[in-house]
Every structure is written in structure tokens, then in C-alpha cells.
């Protein structure tokens, strides 16, 4: 088992940014990538950003791309969410989650979840 905890959420206006920590404890040997989804109200859950264990390969949706980051603490198995410039369409419940398999996309590759943290964007 994998346990993940989200911290960071919280409201902003329009413009400003958050910062959103992912912990990661348990099994974590058995955990090549970590990524962060969203979902808004009535929308489908969403891919964000994804990054590999080691730190070293990441990737973005395009609506993210160029204000948001994510990262890891080489110490410490955590990983972050940096969203600057941020936009009332990024309004929603912020996951993260862990995959065995390479960074991916597609949320059904990952096999642990946190259990959210609500980002509100105010216009």
C-alpha cells in the first residue's frame, strides 16, 4: 500500500498562485511515477501534470503548460504542485496519485490516491 496526503489547497484570486504538496509513504518502492488530476463539478477527471520518481522526466497538460510545475523534494518523498498565473477555470479538487508503470496521462495507470485538496480560483 501507498499512502498519499495533500496539503496547499485553499481560495486565491485570479492571477495569484498556490503551492500543493503530495506525501507519499508506504510501499513507495513499488512507485515509478506520481502525477496530479483535477476535477471540476460535473466534469471528468482531468490530467495535469506527471512526473517520474527520479525527478527527471515530466510532463503537462497543455492547459497547465508554462504556470505550472511539478516537482519532487530529493530528500523526502514529496512532491509538489507550483500554479502560478492562476485562472478561475482551474477551479476543482486536486488529486495526486501514484503509478508502477512510467509518468502517464491516463488516470487509470495509477493505483494510489490522495484524497484531494479543493483549489478555488476567484475572478
Known amino acids: 500500500q501507498v499512502q498519499l496526503v495533500e496539503s496547499g489547497g485553499g481560495l486565491v484570486q485570479a492571477g495569484g498562485s498556490l503551492r500543493l504538496s503530495c506525501a507519499a509513504s508506504?510501499?513507495?518502492?513499488?512507485?515509478?511515477?506520481m502525477g496530479w488530476f483535477r476535477q471540476a463539478p460535473g466534469q471528468e477527471r482531468e490530467f495535469v501534470a506527471t512526473?517520474?520518481?527520479?525527478?527527471?522526466?515530466?510532463a503537462y497538460a497543455d492547459s497547465v503548460k508554462g504556470r505550472f510545475t511539478i516537482s519532487r523534494d530529493n530528500f523526502e518523498n514529496t512532491f509538489y504542485l507550483q500554479m502560478n498565473s492562476l485562472k478561475p477555470e482551474d477551479t476543482a479538487v486536486y488529486y495526486c496519485?501514484?503509478?508502477?508503470?512510467?509518468?502517464?496521462?491516463?488516470?487509470?495507470?495509477?493505483?494510489?490516491w490522495g484524497q484531494g485538496t479543493q483549489v478555488t480560483v476567484s475572478s
Open positions: 496519485a501514484a503509478t508502477p508503470y512510467r509518468p502517464s496521462s491516463s488516470w487509470y495507470e495509477y493505483n494510489y
Open positions: 512526473i517520474s520518481w527520479s525527478g527527471d522526466n515530466t
Open positions: 508506504g510501499r513507495t518502492f513499488s512507485t515509478r511515477a
